[in-house]
Structures are given as structure tokens and as C-alpha cells.
T-cell receptor
Framework: GAGVSQSPSNKVTEKGKDVELRCDPI?????LYWYRQSLGQGLEFLIY????????KSGLPSDRFSAERTGGSVSTLTIQRTQQEDSAVYLC??????????????FGPGTRLTVT | RKEVEQDPGPFNVPEGATVAFNCTYS??????FFWYRQDCRKEPKLLMS???SGNEDGRFTAQLNRASQYISLLIRDSKLSDSATYLC???????????????FGQGTILTVHP
């Protein structure tokens, strides 16, 4: 079946511009997560959605970052006034159920963001 | 101290070798444990969950020691295609709604050569 998809796959933007990154989770997966991976760094949690609500936004690095999810499906991560340190691969993952921790999460291919 | 620590390697082994990776985690409230693999410039892919009783999937064996807060992965009969970064991952519940936020180790690089 279809996996997690993300768009765009690559995004180059100028410092100060806003960007939107999109994630389409696996159909039926209620939990959705955003992570980012900077060059040479590990994966860093950003935000978690259960349905359309975000019980945990603790990983968002600043108030320039926001995310929403609509219809319990597609999610958009928005970065306002991008900075060079925002350059990273932004990964989305989905999981069938919040309570089934052993299931693990399935990742999309990521969006590689470069801020010049 | 990092929440999840791994030996970054790299491990360079010949085809057919057995190789073991170790990982320690700092939060005793950690509830679920996984190994993911990540190929260069690709997304992480779930390799296997790790259970307290230990579990095996083909050439891969995972072990968990909750008392020592230690996780291991053993790969037998290494193949060239096993070359990747192996990520040790734990989840820590949040109050009454454990939601599975993944906390990743930095990864261990494995290169299998002919």
C-alpha cells in the first residue's frame, strides 16, 4: 500500500521567507509526527498530532514554527522568516494508534530544506 | 547525558561476519524500544521492535535489559546490503496518554565489505 508521502522533496528558499512542508500519512493512521534531521545530527522530535489536535508541541524550536493537521489526515509544517539554521531534512512519520507503542512509526522520504 | 547513547562506529566488517551494536538509555520510564536502519540520504525504516524476552527476525537478534537500561542488536552472516546506519530508538510515555514520541540515538554506522 501507499506509504507516507511528503512534498516538496527539496526546497531552497532565501533567508526570511516563509515555507510550507506537507505530509500525507498512511491512510487510517491516527498519529502523525514531525521530526527534523540536521547535517551530522540525530533525529529531533518537533510535534505530535493525534487526530487533528497536537498534544505535544514541545519540540518546536521557536514560535516561527507551527503545524496543523486537517481531517485527521494531511499535515502542514510552516516555518516563518526562515533562518539558515533551519536548514535540515524534515521528516514526517505516522503510526496506527497512539496507545500501541510497540507498532513503531513509518517515515516519509522527507523534505530537504536549504535556507540560503 | 544524552537520552539514548550509541557507539557511532564506524564498524567495518567482511561479508559473513557477525556484528553487534549496543545502546544505552537514560530514562527508566522508557516503554518501547526499536532498531531502525537508515540508508544514506534516505528516511529511517523500522527494522524491528525489541522485547524484554529478546526477539529474532532472520539474521537479526535484539535484546533488552531493563535493569541495565541496555539494548543490543546482533547481525549474523552480514550481507553487503546490511551497510547502513543503525538507530537505537526508545519511546517514553507522557502521563496517561503514552503517544510514542521517538527518541533517537545518534546511530551506528556499519559498512560490510566483500
Amino acid at each position: 500500500g501507499a506509504g507516507v508521502s511528503q512534498s516538496p522533496s527539496n526546497k531552497v528558499t532565501e533567508k526570511g521567507k516563509d515555507v510550507e512542508l506537507r505530509c500525507d500519512p498512511i491512510s487510517g493512521h491516527t498519529a502523525l509526527y514531525w521530526y527534523r534531521q540536521s547535517l551530522g545530527q540525530g533525529l529531533e522530535f518537533l510535534i505530535y498530532f493525534q487526530g487533528n489536535s497536537a498534544p505535544d508541541k514541545s519540540g518546536l524550536p521557536s514560535d516561527r514554527f507551527s503545524a496543523e493537521r486537517t481531517g485527521g489526515s494531511v499535515s502542514t509544517l510552516t516555518i516563518q522568516r526562515t533562518q539558515q539554521e533551519d536548514s535540515a531534512v524534515y521528516l514526517c512519520a505516522s503510526s496506527p494508534h497512539q496507545g500501541r507503542l510497540r507498532i513503531g512509526q513509518y517515515f516519509g522520504p522527507g523534505t530537504r530544506l536549504t535556507v540560503t | 547525558r544524552k537520552e539514548v547513547e550509541q557507539d557511532p562506529g564506524p564498524f567495518n566488517v567482511p561479508e559473513g561476519a557477525t556484528v553487534a551494536f549496543n545502546c544505552t538509555y537514560s530514562n527508566s520510564a522508557s516503554q518501547s524500544f526499536f532498531w531502525y536502519r537508515q540508508d544514506c540520504r534516505k528516511e529511517p525504516k523500522l527494522l524491528m521492535s525489541v522485547y524484554s524476552s529478546g526477539n529474532e527476525d532472520g539474521r537479526f537478534t535484539a535484546q533488552l535489559n531493563r535493569a541495565s537500561q541496555y539494548i543490543s542488536l546482533l547481525i549474523r552472516d552480514s550481507k553487503l546490503s546490511d551497510s547502513a546506519t543503525y538507530l537505537c530508538v526508545v519511546t517514553i510515555g507522557a502521563g496517561g496518554t503514552s503517544y510514542g514520541k521517538l527518541t533517537f540515538g545518534q546511530g551506528t554506522i556499519l559498512t560490510v565489505h566483500p
